[in-house]
């Protein structure tokens, strides 16, 4: 399970740090694709293809389906990580994620990662942070 938050550096060659935590978990290889809200998902490759297979099974009919898939299976890279444990992240991820300086925040996200620029994460997270904006989104979850 991937939880926690971590600051990474981003170098000139987009290569990001995984947190050491995590890296055994990605050790068979990954997948790093866009993500909603504007940030990047890293899958370890039996989570993708867990994802990957309920995808396959929406129905072709259907808009929203074929929007999703293409969403998920035109913005996704196979990566693996390195001896120092970074991965590369691809040019168009960085662009569409913002992660354009020489940082990033690593978010455990359950069954994969989340990769957010710090100015979004920053925006994003304030809301989490108000007790009556956070009830708000936990409204008919049944939680």
């Known amino acids: 399970m ?7 550096s ?3 060659k987009g290569r990001v740090a995984v947190p050491i935590r995590f ?3 990605l050790a068979g290889g990954a997948m790093v694709s866009k993500w909603i809200d504007g940030c990047l998902a890293i899958f370890p490759r039996d989570a993708w293809d867990q994802l990957a297979s309920k995808a396959s099974n929406l129905l072709v009919t259907d808009a929203s389906a074929r929007t999703f898939q293409r969403f998920l299976y ?5 990566v693996e ?3 120092q444990g970074r991965l590369v992240v691809p040019a168009s991820l960085r662009e569409y994620s913002g992660l354009t300086g020489d940082a990033a925040v690593v978010v455990g996200s359950f069954d994969h990662l ?7 994460w920053r ?7 108000v007790p009556e ?3 708000q989104h936990l409204q008919g979850l049944g939680i």
């Open 74 to 78: 035109g913005n996704a890279f196979e």
């Open 114 to 120: 989340e990769l957010w620029s710090p100015d979004r």
């Open 133 to 135: 904006v956070l009830a």
């Open 2 to 8: 991937f939880t926690g938050e971590y600051r990474h």
């Open 23 to 25: 890296r055994a978990d």
């Open 123 to 129: 925006a994003y997270s304030a809301g989490m942070d």
């Open 10 to 12: 981003v170098d000139e």
């Open 81 to 83: 990580l390195d001896r």
